[in-house]
């Protein structure tokens, strides 16, 4: 009687032990591929990726050329909701309604996305053709900020943008523009070694502006012309 109550026993155990597994294993199945299919969105940049959270997402951001370099990390949020977030990270409200863009490639992003209205400031005029930009310009709209090394930053805190983009690893005088408190986000297409990967952070601005459906369908028209 003991022998078959103790086969029993180990029975049970060694069952809630193998489905306990298995579900914990499916669990893990589960948020592995919700994160990879999240991650395969991004399929040439190699500079920024994303995690997934159930109330969140997590921007990294890096060098793509170096493998030892500093890891740029945001926590992203949809505006007027405050999930709870990781502790020491700088959070973005999304979709951001104004921005400065420090170089013509993270300008040309919101070109393409017919966005220009979020930009309240650029850095320089010197290669800008663009008309819709020019009016603003000429409108007041946008305004320019001043040159790397020289930035206005009572221009900038009038400006009052939700983000600025930077070119960290030029020497571009970020460093005063700490002092105004608006978060200063990378933008490192320009890093990236390949026409696609370079290509592809036209995503990281829709993502920014809340645009990422239409920031996927443009970059898949210019994958498939640079196929052809």
Partial sequence: MKKIYFLSLVFTIGFCLVLGSCRSGNRKKQNVVATQTYRSNIRYAQGFWLEQHE????????????????????????????PELPPHIPVLDLPIRGVICMTSLQLSNFIKLGATSQVVGISSTRFLNNA????????????KIGIEGNFDAEIIMNLA?????????????????????????PHLGYKETTPL??????????LLIGEEEKANKIFNEIEQKYND
């Fill in 161 to 185: 943008p939700d983000l600025i983009l930077i070119s960290p690893f030029k020497q571009g005088g970020y460093d005063a523009m700490k002092e105004v408190d608006i978060p200063l986000v």
């Fill in 55 to 82: 109330n969140y997402r997590l921007l990294h951001i890096k060098d793509p050329q170096s493998e030892t370099s500093s890891e740029y990390t945001f926590a992203l949020r949809q505006r007027g909701t405050h």
């Fill in 197 to 206: 990967g370079q290509a592809e952070w036209i995503k990281f601005v829709g």
């Fill in 132 to 143: 819709t930009i020019r009016q603003q310009l000429a409108e007041g709209k946008t305004q």
